[in-house]
């Protein structure tokens, strides 16, 4: 499928109008001006308890400016069309509102505030009326933690919580995952019943997994959450949509060209993360500007390529570069850790200063997933390994925060761990997933200490005055 | 097997591009719309007789990869 076939999207307009104050104005002489330009009367957020307000609030003046995000909501009154057009004319940015259906993508300083406007209203909310959260037994939960065997990778990403504190609540549902691999075997029983979209780019073989590692690197990014043969969970993008293509042999070799095949494919689906545990031998310096220009426009159309660094290395003694095409600047690297965090001793290294840079760091040692039957399971170690577990904890952060593309990539470094480790070896750090904090509800069967606070209660009791 | 070549191509360039290497004869090309490249079997043509076509950002030979 090419871009020209893509279903047309018609957008709709709600009649209000969305207009970007410039850069560094604040909001009450923002509200001067476009009085004087405009003879609008708007009104600042600031003005409404929690910054909250509703379309009658907005009906009542002629717009509303949104204090954090510098972003006026003009209403659609008759008389509002020709002032709107003397805003264009200044240094602001007019354009319709869009409806919105779902969730759409926003940049990372929009989502943190709609995010804390949500918080603050959830808070107050729970103040005024109270809260409405799950009773949960500590006991309960902590044998719940105990009883479920998952990996080490997935615990130390926290796909897995191991405090009861935390849980996770995504599963990768209504994202898309590419794994260009050396295919997937369709036959293996974790996966029945799940729609999976295949592809081969390897003439003369079909996307049946002769080799067992598309199998692997399928499993760890969008495995089961549990199975009846598995000795412990090992699949992290549960629900995600899984596309499988085909682009190196059942000899686990294929050509670059088949590799861009692959992605073109997966952005024409549309995927949201490709993942690609191969790479290409580099001796020399540089990298492949080709490449570079594919998943750079791969991130603009909000797909996230996500590669392994490659496992040429012999620490501590030799460290080699970042392999193609994993060292180009708009393809994710991931280098390899074990189970102490340690990097391992055959993940490639950032040598040089402008690209080829590790940037983020998975589980890559003694990884338990799925492989071709009739062996079903295996661990095995490498940058390959370790990156679909990036590639499934991208989905799901997806999934959590609507972000896609550069930003998807900068909410997964961001929130990545901090290792004790060079840079060079584990960029950002240890890759996690998105997880919620459980709200507990802990009885109160005790008068409160202070019923009054003009006047506390002595909890030790009066002293009593000895005489002698 | 031949050694294929990777062009990437301008925006909205794809379709002159591609005219101009069939123009050269080179029939067997793949176009990749979506990433803006074209994998082709050059024949007997050099890497700097595609560079000259307008429009054209970079050639490379295809490299092998593996897992």
Redesign the interface.
């Known amino acids: 499928m090419?871009?020209?076939l893509k279903k047309e999207e018609k957008v709709e307009y709600t009649g209000k109008y969305l207009v970007l104050l410039p850069e560094g104005s604040n909001t009450s002489d923002s509200i001067n001006s476009i009085s004087a330009i405009s003879g609008l009367n708007l009104k600042s957020s600031l003005e409404f308890e929690n910054e909250f307000f509703t379309d009658k609030d907005l009906a009542k003046t002629d717009g509303i400016v949104l204090d954090k995000l510098g972003i006026a909501i003009v209403n659609e009154k008759p008389k509002i069309e020709n002032s709107i057009s003397s805003l264009g004319e200044s240094e602001m940015i007019v354009e319709k509102e869009r409806v919105v259906y779902a969730i759409g993508m926003l940049d990372e300083s929009t989502q943190n505030y709609v995010e804390g406007y949500r918080d603050a209203v959830n808070q107050m909310t729970n103040v005024l009326v109270g809260t409405e959260t799950e009773d949960y037994n500590y006991e309960e939960q902590q044998s719940e933690v105990e009883s479920v065997g998952a990996t080490w990778g997935l615990k130390a990403t926290n796909v897995v919580p191991t405090s009861f504190l935390r849980y996770n609540p995504y599963n990768g549902a209504g994202i898309k995952v590419a794994i260009l691999?050396?295919g997937f075997d369709f036959t293996h029983p974790d996966f029945a019943g799940r729609p999976i979209v295949h592809q081969s780019f390897i003439t003369g073989e079909t996307t049946q997994d002769g080799?067992g590692?598309g199998t692997h690197c399928t499993g760890t990014s969008c495995g089961p959450a549990s199975s009846p043969s598995a000795v412990e969970r090992y699949g992290i993008a549960y629900a995600a949509s899984i596309y499988i293509g085909k682009?190196?042999s059942n000899g686990?070799?294929?050509?670059?060209?088949g590799?861009?095949?692959g992605?073109?494919w997966a952005?024409?689906n549309r995927c949201d993360v490709v993942s690609m545990?191969?790479?290409?031998?580099v001796t020399g310096t540089g990298y492949?500007?080709?490449f570079e220009?594919?998943a750079a426009?791969?991130l603009a159309?909000g797909t996230l390529i996500i590669a392994a660094a490659g496992n040429d290395s012999a620490r501590p003694g030799t460290v080699k570069q970042v392999m193609?095409?994993a060292n180009c600047p708009s393809i994710m690297a991931v280098g390899a850790v074990d189970v102490n965090m340690n990097v391992a001793a055959f993940s490639n290294g950032g040598l040089y200063p402008t690209y080829g840079a590790v940037d983020i760091a998975a589980p890559g040692v003694n990884v338990y997933s799925s492989t071709k039957l009739p062996t079903k399971y295996a661990s095995w170690n490498?940058t390959?390994m370790a990156t679909p577990h990036v590639a499934g904890i991208a989905a799901l952060w997806a999934q959590a925060s609507g972000l896609r593309g550069i930003n998807l990539w900068r909410k997964l470094t961001s929130t990545a761990k901090t290792l004790p480790l060079p840079g060079r070896d584990v960029g950002a750090g240890l890759v996690q997933a998105p997880t919620k904090t459980r709200l507990i509800k802990f009885p109160i069967d005790r008068t409160p200490i202070l019923i009054n606070p003009k006047f506390p209660i002595d909890p030790i009791g009066p002293i009593e005055k000895i005489i002698r | 097997m031949k050694t294929k070549w990777l062009i990437s191509v301008k925006d909205d360039a794809m379709d002159a591009v591609s005219a101009e290497l069939r123009a050269l004869k080179i029939d067997n090309l793949e176009k990749l719309d979506s990433i803006g490249v074209i994998v082709i079997v050059p024949g007997d043509h050099k890497i700097a007789d595609i560079k000259k076509i307008d429009g054209v950002l970079n050639v490379e030979e295809e490299r092998d990869v593996s897992i």
């Open positions: 090419s871009k020209t691999d050396t080799h590692h682009v190196l686990g070799s294929g050509g670059d060209g590799i861009l095949a992605i073109n952005i024409a545990s191969l790479r290409g031998f492949s500007a080709v220009t594919a426009r791969a159309q193609h095409p490498g390959s």
